[in-house]
């Protein structure tokens, strides 16, 4: 808790809730993706999100491939899903 | 916050400062309070060699202009139609979306059984002192201390425990049973995070209850 170890290195996708806000109509951090690496679902909520590089890396965090990259500039916001197969994106609230 | 919307349980903001040059730096901070108009609560801890912490807790002053986003988050929310089970387990300063959580359900007079377990590594680091103390019915709250227990102390410590880590004796003492199928909520930093939701999935309880929050190293 005191001192940064690399399991620390890292949020979780409850911290994109806001900047994909920006782009989405829907509430986001609800939605499942499934992973392009290991074809294991998640929540993006539960995504390891590493914040230090320009913009956000979130990583599947069943087998670490990287799920998602999201980069502002100042005009315009870059989302590579690359790592992501498909997206279901629940409509209503829980 | 003018036009504030209302917000969910465990919901954040993002907080945005800007300096003159135009750098412009972002931080989410859970909302301590449970919804009410416009007032919006957030509780910060100072981080030493934080980037926007010092300057929030330091530097801003009663009447600055901060620019907020949010509400934001819809999953590690809880909900007043819930009338599951409630677990929470907080390290640190992750008590404070779970905080709005427990005020929450008092506000709007849930029945929903909570248990809190509060690991903290010093009494002096303890938040919100008076109000757990007394949380009110239906809300059982437990300190762990993992370094130093209260000095001097009248009362005996409950539960009287050397300081440590939150382990598995101390989840099946004060968690509530994998039967009762509780939804569980877990914030803290990263490690504390991991290390909880593991001591909770080997006590049996299903992955798909526990929703975790880790706000990294130290939440600067």
């Known amino acids: 808790m005191e001192s940064t170890t690399p399991q620390d290195a890292y949020q979780d996708g409850n911290m994109l809730a806001g900047p994909l806000s920006e782009i989405f109509l829907a509430e986001m951090t609800r939605t499942v993706g499934t992973c392009a690496g290991c074809r294991t679902s998640h929540m993006l909520a539960q995504l390891r999100v590493y914040g230090h590089a320009p913009g956000f890396v979130a990583r599947c965090p069943a087998c670490g491939i990287v799920n998602m990259r999201l980069v502002r500039g100042p005009t315009d916001v870059w989302l590579d899903m690359t790592g992501t197969l498909n997206l279901r994106i629940p409509m209503r609230e829980a | 916050v003018p036009e504030w919307p209302g917000h969910l349980a465990g919901q954040h903001v993002d907080v945005r400062l800007t300096a003159e040059d135009g750098y412009s730096t972002q931080r989410s901070y859970s909302i301590a309070s449970a919804s009410d108009g416009e007032i919006v609560e957030l509780t910060i801890q100072r981080v030493e060699d934080g980037e926007v912490s010092p300057y929030l ?137 991991e290390h909880a939701a593991n001591i909770f999935v080997d006590l049996g309880h299903d992955a798909g209850r526990i929703r975790t929050e880790r706000f990294g190293p130290s939440g600067g």
């Open chain 2, 57 to 193: 807790v330091d530097g801003l002053a009663l009447g600055d202009a901060v620019e907020l986003r949010g509400p934001v988050g819809g999953w590690f929310v809880w909900r007043p139609k819930q009338t599951e089970h409630v677990l929470l387990v907080a390290g640190g300063s992750g008590l404070v979306p779970l905080m709005a959580m427990i005020r929450t359900r008092r506000a709007v007079g849930s029945l929903a059984p909570f248990r809190l377990i509060y690991s903290v590594r010093t009494p002096e680091e303890r938040l919100y002192k008076p109000e757990l103390l007394q949380a009110g019915p239906g809300t059982d709250a437990v300190l762990l201390y993992t370094r130093r227990v209260p000095e001097g102390s009248q009362r005996p410590q409950r539960p009287q425990r050397p300081p440590g880590r939150l382990d598995a004796e101390d989840a099946k003492e004060w968690g509530w049973p994998a039967d009762f199928e509780p939804t569980i909520y877990i914030c803290g930093p990263t490690g504390f995070v």
